[in-house]
Each structure stands twice: as structure tokens, then as C-alpha cells.
């Protein structure tokens, strides 16, 4: 590697292994939870009711861009770690659609061929399709439309997480920031996202109780994990945070 890339590649790795030793409470939370949701989608291996075919293979993306968030935003790389995070969140509100109503397996399969029916069950009306009032999802919207805001997409919140400005006499310079330099912020966002995780993975069990349920330890460490991020929870984050609520 030659050039600025060379740095902004050494500073991610640094960033990491940073983050790692100045929060061991809160990694040691986030590598117990990514392998527990590991462990329930190789439970889910054999299936055992065909209409899981199209939900297990949204699960298996929803845990692959977790993992992505995961290591952007121990990187301290925000907005594509929120960008990921979105990603995973939609990724499972569709795949508990067609848990709910598994005649939408086909219209999934189909999206390119019937996008007009794709659109009106997974695009259109997007909160009442995807989070209805009745889901229990009403937070995972909330944090969805924020991650929407702060993510990739081009608007006035998300440049102004990834640059800077400095003034002269005569001229504005603007900085490009790709990595967050605060630490409660740094500590804040990976908290959210062990949260979000706990949260889907809660949904995700009680949707394959028949088969998950046979593997006693995949709750038993979920239940654990839900008192050590309470604690974690009121370790670093305050009262005034949007995200508390009881995972």
C-alpha cells in the first residue's frame, strides 16, 4: 500500500484493536452475542418447515451485515458502520414479514421479475408493512429512519458526521473525517448496536422456537447477555439516551 490510503488503512486497524482494549466490558458483550446468533443459524441448518427458506437466508445476510457494522464501528468508522446497521435491521423486519405471512416467500424470490408486488409488500407503506404497530418493532423504526438520516445517503446530516470545516480570512477548508474521535460516542454507537442485536435476535428465537429451542444454551446466553448489557448500559450510557428502553 503506498499513498494516503496506506494511513487511513493503518489508523482502522489501529482504531480496532484500540477500541478493543479501551472497552474489554463492552467487545467481550459484542464477540458472546455475535456467536450466539452464529450458533442459532447453524441450529437453523436443518430445516424443518419449508416456509423458513426464504426467512433463514434473510437472517444469514441480516447477521453478515451486523458483522460488517460490527467491525466499522469498532474501527470508528460511523457512517458506513450505520449504513450496515440499517441494512441488517431491514433484513430482518422482511424476513419476519414472510414469517408472518409466508405466501411473501415467492413475491421475495420474485422481485425482479413481479417488482411491482415486491414493492407493494416490502416497499410501499414501509412502516406498516415492515414495522407494524402490532410487531412490537415501533424503537427498530426509530432507528432505522435515524440510520437512514446519519447513513450513506446524501443529506444534511449524514456530510456533516464525515467532514469538517476550518475558517481563514478568505477562504472556508473543508476536512474530511472518516474516523470518530470521541470516545462516548465511540462507546455509545457499538452499546446501540449490541442493542439492536439483542432486540432482532429476541424476535429471531421466538420465530424458530421449534427448532431452537431443542439447543437450551442458545437462550440461556442470550438471558445472561441481556443482564450484562443492562449493566453495561448503565455503566456508560445516560438517562437522557433515545436508545433506553428494556431489550
Known amino acids: 500500500m503506498i499513498g494516503d490510503f496506506r494511513g487511513y488503512f ?44 426464504v426467512p433463514i437466508q434473510l437472517m444469514i445476510f441480516c447477521f453478515r451485515e451486523m458483522r460488517l457494522a460490527a467491525e466499522l464501528l469498532f474501527c470508528c468508522c460511523t457512517t458506513p458502520g450505520y449504513s450496515h446497521l440499517r441494512s441488517a435491521i431491514e433484513s430482518f423486519v422482511q424476513a419476519q414479514k414472510i414469517l408472518r ?55 444534511v446530516t449524514s456530510p456533516g458526521i464525515s467532514s469538517s470545516t476550518s475558517t481563514t480570512e478568505t477562504d472556508v477548508l473543508w476536512g474530511l473525517e472518516f474516523f470518530e474521535v470521541n470516545r462516548g460516542e465511540i462507546s455509545k454507537n457499538i452499546l446501540w448496536m449490541i442493542q439492536c442485536w439483542l432486540d432482532m435476535f429476541k424476535s429471531t428465537y421466538n420465530s424458530f422456537y421449534e427448532r431452537l429451542s431443542k439447543e437450551p444454551d442458545i437462550l440461556k446466553k442470550y438471558t445472561a447477555q441481556l443482564a450484562e448489557f443492562s449493566q453495561l448500559r448503565a455503566k456508560y450510557l445516560s438517562p437522557e439516551w433515545p436508545g433506553q428502553r428494556s431489550a
Not at 124 to 137: A, D, T
Request: glycine share 4%; aromatic share 12%.
Open 10 to 53: 493503518l489508523t482502522k486497524r489501529l482504531n480496532f484493536i484500540t477500541t478493543l482494549n479501551n472497552y474489554p466490558d463492552i467487545s467481550s458483550l459484542y464477540f458472546q452475542v455475535d456467536q450466539n446468533w452464529l450458533d442459532a443459524i447453524r441450529a437453523l441448518v436443518k430445516l424443518q418447515n419449508k416456509d423458513w427458506i
Open 101 to 155: 405471512q409466508p405466501e411473501l416467500g415467492m413475491v421475495w424470490l420474485s422481485r425482479d421479475k413481479e417488482r411491482a408486488e415486491y414493492n407493494k409488500h416490502f416497499k410501499e407503506k414501509l412502516k406498516s408493512n415492515l414495522f407494524p404497530e402490532n410487531s412490537g418493532y415501533a424503537h427498530l423504526h426509530g432507528i432505522w429512519e435515524m440510520l437512514c438520516d446519519a447513513g450513506p445517503h446524501p443529506n
